[in-house]
Structure formats: structure tokens, C-alpha cells
């Protein structure tokens, strides 16, 4: 079927030569640009979430998450060396398994990189809002700080207004980013690494403190919640690793940026493998800082029942603590801080906090930045119209595409909690990375004589490994993060049977050259 369509890396090349981005970063901007994407929300905001869900065994969470995205990283490394230019999965998919399957990926993607950068808006607001507090005492309305509370009720989505309305400052940030963005990649690629040193300094301090007051007694119990929920509550180990993945998202953003870097068969795979290993080192240092040095011990509720981090009954049980003057680590929009404060740290509390509300912009940056090469990656073959991929000609950036793609994350991080973003992230995610893996063995068995800069080594067992880890993440889920992507997904297949299908460059040209016949 004409659906099925291959466009092969040969052309995937040649259309890339015809309407290009410039080549403007080093193996050392893209391993910044890496780290940058990484170390985020994740380490600064989720770990008091994946302590909800795992308690001390996160520190197991963090390792089962590295690991798959290791794998990945692998398969990655090599079909960008292949094909380096913008477009990432969607891209590789493209040119092994079809238009329909890459349009596919390309729509997942969004859930990546741009409710990623939503996620992270709303990991931001959390950090900047205690910081204003601390320094000056004035708190925001929560109707103005926060967004609703969202749960599946009865089989249906429920919604809760009562602890938060509209999150102001994650709508400022990621407007910020987004003109930031528009004004040019060089100039970005600058900021984010002042931004990335900065985020390094301050968990560099938060170790240096934590881990020598280590206590072996806040790792009992280590399981509170076992390795395994109940089906679809997303917590204990394993539900905490599928949630803490997005710790790790990011590195992968690193190949959207290959089409502006110079010698990418070379470059590409140092800043991928290079930032995703230095980041996993800093993660697993500061998980034991905060579980050693005051405890991650899960709440319930009143009846004893595990909570949901993003649930209002959480926010209600976390309210009541807190009122009682024993909020625990859990319950904090500003983990990091809020340990140091615990231990008396309070002049670095306000520097960790300060050093987040500055840094974290770069995680947002690099989201937003990935999610407009996809698209104009999509742009530029068809399949979403051809003048989003316009280039400015002053900045020479997509500059339509930033604008749309900012005003998207802005309307998801106002209205959505910080940890259901990162699960529906990570939903569209590890589909993508399941995708590359796949698609690294497809190339191996029809095109195995082209050239490949970068090998996947043994590729007969990593890639299975890549592709069952996020097979097996997936599931892991809340059932609602889970439902998000197939609802997503049916969502794109209509607009490319009513669209995409029809102006698709490849399509066209099929039909052009069978008319010819």
C-alpha cells in the first residue's frame, strides 16, 4: 500500500542538503546541550514523586531507568551517525518502516519534547515560587501557582480545582524560552551552557553536604511499596522507574540538533553517550543524599492506603502534615531545597533554589528546541504544512514553528500537575525509543553494507534489551498516562488521513513517476 511508503536515507540526505540548517555546534556544545536536556525536573522535582511511589528503593528506580536509556542511547548513537540530520526517531522510522509508521512516531514525539518542557515549566514554578517565599515572604494564591489535580474516577477523567487553577509563572517561562529560542540556535546553545554549569555546581553542593550525613537506618524499610503496584497505579519500583525515566529524557534531543552540528558522525554519538553517562553519575549521588540524609519513607492515607503523588487526596494528606509540622520529603515541589533546609542548610537551600529556578530554563530551552526540528523535519517532507518550516531570514531559525510549539507548552504547563506531564511524556517517549530499536536491527538485515561511523556493539542483544525495557516501562504507567498515547496517536492518524497523506513530497513523487509509467 502507497501508506507504507519508504523514503530511504539516501533521499532522507538529499532533502536535508536542499532547505538545511547551519552547522554551528561542537562535541562539546552538544554534550552540554545534553546535559543541559537531562538534569532537570527530574532530579530537582521528581525525586520527592518517586519516593512517594518506591520510598529508598527509588535509588533501585534510577538504575533500571539508566539502564534502559543506556541501551537506547546505543541504538540511538548509530542511526544518527547513519543519518545526522534533524528529525530524530521520526526521521530513522521514516526510513525503515514507512511514512504511516513514521508520522506515527513523529506525533508521539510531541509527547516527548514539548509536555516534557510543560513538565519542567511546572518543575520550574515550584522552585521559583519557595525561593520568592523564603526571601521575601510573599506567597502566590494557589489558584495562580498551580494547576488542577487531574484522576481517573470511576473510568473517567476527573478533575479538581480546589487546590489550583492556572500556573502563572510556568505560562511566563516557557514564553520566555520560546522568544529566546526564535532569536537563534548559536546564541541558545551560549546561554544553555552557563545555565548547565550552574546546575552542576548546585547539586555538586547538595552532595558534597548530604552524603556525609548518611544514616543506614532512613533506608528501612527499602521497599515500603514492593517492586510492583497493583495494575495501572504506577507505584513501587518499577512504577517509580517508568516515572523517573524522565530524569533521563533528554539525551535523545542531542540528535534533533545533528543537521546544525559540525562533524556529526563523530560529535553526535560523544554528546549522546557523553551526557547521559555524566548525568547518570550525579543522579545516583544525589538519590542517596536525600534518602540517606532525612528518609523518603512514602505517605498513606489515613486508612493506611498508598497515594498517588499527583492525586488530591495526596495534596489534602500532605496539607494536614504539614499544618501538624512534619511534612515529609514527599510532599515538597522543591525536594532538593527542602532537604538542605531540613539540616539546617538554609543559606544553600536558597542557593540550590536559586541555582534551579536559574538553570532549569535550559531543560525547557532544549525541549522546545527539539520539539521545532521534528516539526520542521515534517514540515519540510509534507506532512504539516510547508510554511511552518519557513526559516527566519535574519535569525535562521524555524521561526513559526518555535512560536506555535511555545504557545503549546505554555497552555499544557498551566493547566497540568508537574508529575502527570512527566508520565505522559514519557508515554510518547518510550515509544519512540522502542521505535529506534527496531528500526537499528531492520537496517542491519536490508541495508547492511552501508556505512556506519557508529556501531551499536552487539546489537542482537542491546537492541531487544532497548526495546523490552520500554516495552516493559510502558506498562508500568499510570493507567492514565498509558491511555494518553493510543488517544493521542488516533488523534494524528486523522489529521494525516485529512492532511498528511495528501501533501506528502514522497506520495507525490510516487505518483508522479507511476503517471510517467
Not at 194 to 205: E, F
Not at 270 to 283: A, E, H, K, R, V
Not at 376 to 386: I, K, N, S
Amino acid at each position: 500500500m502507497i501508506d507504507w511508503r519508504v523514503k530511504s536515507l539516501d533521499a532522507i540526505l538529499a532533502t536535508a542538503e536542499k532547505k538545511s540548517l547551519h552547522r554551528t555546534l561542537g562535541a562539546f556544545q552538544l554534550t552540554m546541550l545534553g546535559i543541559g536536556a537531562i538534569i532537570g525536573t527530574g532530579i530537582f522535582v521528581l525525586t520527592a514523586a518517586a519516593a512517594q511511589k518506591a520510598g529508598p528503593g527509588m535509588m533501585y528506580s534510577f538504575i533500571i531507568a539508566g539502564f534502559v536509556c543506556a541501551v537506547a542511547a546505543l541504538c540511538y548513537s548509530e542511526l544518527v551517525a547513519m543519518a545526522p540530520v534533524s528529525g530524530s526517531a521520526y526521521t530513522y522510522t521514516y526510513a525503515v518502516m514507512g511514512e504511516v509508521m513514521a508520522w506515527t512516531v513523529g506525533w508521539a514525539l510531541v509527547l516527548e519534547y514539548a509536555v516534557a518542557a510543560a513538565a519542567v515549566c511546572v518543575g520550574w514554578s515550584g522552585y521559583v515560587m519557595g525561593l520568592i517565599q523564603k526571601a521575601t515572604g510573599f506567597v502566590l494564591p494557589e489558584a495562580l501557582s498551580h494547576g488542577p489535580a487531574w484522576s481517573i474516577v470511576a473510568g473517567m477523567p476527573s478533575v479538581d480545582f480546589s487546590h489550583g487553577v492556572v500556573n502563572v509563572p510556568a505560562i511566563i517561562v516557557a514564553l520566555v524560552i520560546t522568544m529566546l529560542l526564535v532569536k537563534g540556535t548559536s546564541e541558545s546553545a551560549k546561554v544553555n551552557s552557563i545555565l548547565v554549569a550552574v546546575k552542576v555546581s548546585a547539586l555538586s553542593a547538595f552532595i558534597v553536604i548530604t552524603l556525609p550525613m548518611i544514616s543506614g537506618d532512613n533506608f528501612t524499610p527499602m521497599l515500603p511499596n514492593g517492586w510492583f503496584g497493583t495494575q495501572g497505579s504506577g507505584v513501587g519500583v518499577v512504577g517509580a522507574a517508568a516515572s523517573i525515566f524522565f530524569a533521563y529524557v533528554g539525551f535523545d534531543a542531542v540528535s534533533t540538533a545533528a543537521e546544525e552540528t559540525k562533524n556529526p558522525q563523530r560529535n553526535v554519538p560523544i554528546g549522546l553517550i557523553g551526557s547521559l553517562g555524566i548525568c547518570t553519575i550525579f543522579y545516583m549521588l544525589v538519590a542517596a543524599g536525600v534518602v540517606g540524609s532525612v528518609g523518603a519513607q512514602p505517605i498513606t492515607s489515613i486508612t493506611g492506603a498508598v497515594l498517588s503523588p499527583d492525586s488530591a487526596e495526596f495534596v489534602m494528606r500532605c496539607k494536614e502534615l504539614a499544618s501538624a509540622g512534619s511534612a515529609p520529603i514527599v510532599c515538597s515541589h522543591e525536594a532538593l531545597a527542602e532537604v538542605l533546609s531540613k539540616l539546617h542548610y538554609d543559606q544553600v537551600s536558597k542557593l540550590v533554589g536559586l541555582a534551579a529556578s536559574i538553570a532549569l530554563p535550559s531543560v525547557i530551552l532544549m525541549m522546545i528546541f527539539g520539539q521545532t526540528r521534528i516539526f520542521f523535519v515534517m514540515a519540510r517532507d509534507g506532512l504539516l504544512p510547508e510554511k511552518l518550516a519557513d526559516i527566519h531570514p535574519k535569525w535562521k531559525t524555524p521561526w513559526l514553528m518555535t512560536i506555535v510549539t511555545g504557545i503549546f507548552v505554555a497552555i499544557a504547563a498551566a493547566f497540568f500537575p508537574v508529575g502527570q506531564l512527566a508520565d505522559i511524556s514519557n508515554s510518547g517517549t518510550l515509544f519512540a525509543f522502542f521505535m529506534v530499536a527496531i528500526a537499528v536491527l531492520v537496517l542491519r538485515k536490508t541495508d547492511p553494507n552501508r556505512a556506519r561511523p557508529f556501531k551499536t556493539p552487539v546489537v542482537w542483544l542491546v537492541a531487544p534489551m532497548a526495546a523490552g525495557g520500554c516495552l516493559f516501562l510502558f506498562f508500568s504507567l499510570p493507567t492514565i498516562a498509558q491511555l494518553v498515547l493510543p488517544i493521542w496517536g488516533s488523534v494524528g492518524m486523522v489529521i494525516y488521513v485529512l492532511y498528511s497523506r495528501k501533501h506528502s513530497h514522497l506520495g507525490k513523487a510516487i505518483a508522479a513517476e507511476a503517471a510517467k509509467k
